[in-house]
């Protein structure tokens, strides 16, 4: 059974750190690109970052320079470092991997910036 879970998530002040982990487990995600969604309440969920199996990476605008997506395959775990929280970051965080027709999603874990 293909399994993803997320960690990591909390309640942090406006320009705080927090660092999500998403561990994958059930298959080898060495060939997955992997990514981060969030959905904030009333908004849809929307691509934060995204990991290719080589490594490279995509950000959405808003978390560029402050974010940080990264992976390690040998632990089948991928991660979020987010730094320089603010408010609108507030969101259900999800893991997704996808390869071809294959996508795989975590039950999503909430991070709550707030002073």
């Known amino acids: 059974q293909v399994q993803l879970v997320e960690s990591g998530g909390g309640l942090v002040q406006p320009g705080g750190s927090l660092r999500l982990s998403c561990a994958a487990s059930?298959?080898?995600?060495?060939?997955?690109?992997m990514g981060w969604y969030r959905q904030a309440p009333g908004k849809q969920r929307e691509l934060v970052a995204a990991?290719?199996?080589?490594?490279?990476?995509n950000y959405v605008n808003s978390v560029k320079g402050r974010c940080t997506i990264s992976r390690d395959n040998a632990k089948n775990t991928m991660y979020l470092q987010m730094d320089s929280l603010k408010p609108e970051d507030t969101a259900v965080y999800y893991c997704?991997?996808?390869?071809?027709?294959?996508?795989?999603w975590g039950q999503g874990t909430q991070v709550t910036v707030s002073s």
């Open positions: 990991i290719t199996s080589g490594g490279n990476a």
């Open positions: 997704t991997a996808w390869l071809g027709s294959r996508n795989y």
């Open positions: 059930g298959t080898i995600f060495t060939f997955y690109t």
